[in-house]
């Protein structure tokens, strides 16, 4: 049976189905009375509940794969549902007439810093070179882990089927004990938007805060 964990406007859902020992999260898009498959998620069954906080399958629907809402990124950061998002603009050009050039969309974002909540930080990346778009970020102040129990974290990737080495746990600590801020600079340990080794690919995912099933099935290979 299909359980529907989340729904956004654009026609797609989450849904999660558990047989006996596995379980699998599809994403699924619905137009014109026809079903697609978009991405299939597949990791063990454990009954206990994976929560890790700010972490959540609304997060996982931000992650560029299909259509989302795209205001659901504005403001995740501020009502306390992930601890980092990366937001990016389509800017002015032929095709995009009414859009705004990149002078306009950073007064734009410069203009939400009045009503931004105390402990929220927000920047311009310049991790990318890029002139059709222009990359931000809204972040809470200080570390992942100032946040997150990463050794629960690290349990439940246990439970999972994924074994985190002690040399790994101890570089995802290093990383986990970073300012946020700064994944959205040029001073970066390393790229979220390109994670590629199991460390960087656990530590993004708790940066954008994906659930944790989600980043077990890819280390996974599915």
């Known amino acids: 049976m299909e359980k529907v964990l989340y729904q956004n406007s654009k026609g797609v859902s989450i849904v999660r189905e558990d047989f006996k020992t596995r379980s699998q999260v599809k994403v699924v898009s619905e137009f014109a009375g026809k079903r697609a498959c978009l991405r299939t998620y597949r990791f063990n069954l454990i009954h206990e509940a994976v929560e890790v906080p700010y972490c959540s399958w609304a997060n996982l629907d931000c992650c560029g794969g299909w259509s989302c809402d795209e205001e659901y990124l504005d403001t995740a950061v501020q009502k306390g549902l992930k601890l980092f998002a990366g937001i990016t603009k389509s800017l002015k050009s032929e095709y995009l007439p009414n859009h705004p050039t990149a002078e306009e969309a950073k007064r734009q974002f410069d203009a939400m810093k009045e ?94 805060g994906y659930p944790i099933e989600s980043t077990v099935s890819i280390l996974q290979g599915h």
């Not at 129990?149 to 690290?154: E, G």
């Not at 349990?155 to 290093?174: A, D, N």
């Open 115 to 208: 009503a931004l909540p105390s402990g929220v930080l927000r920047g311009i990346e310049d991790t990318m070179e890029e002139t059709r778009v222009l990359h931000m970020f809204l972040c809470r102040t200080g570390s992942i882990s100032d946040y997150i129990d990463l050794d629960r974290v690290f349990s439940f990737y246990e439970k999972l089927g994924v074994h985190v080495s002690t040399m790994e746990q101890q570089e995802i600590r290093r990383l986990c004990n970073m300012e946020m801020s700064c994944y959205g600079t040029g001073h970066a340990p390393f790229q979220y938007t390109r994670a590629a080794t199991p460390v960087q690919l656990i530590t993004t995912g708790l940066l954008l």
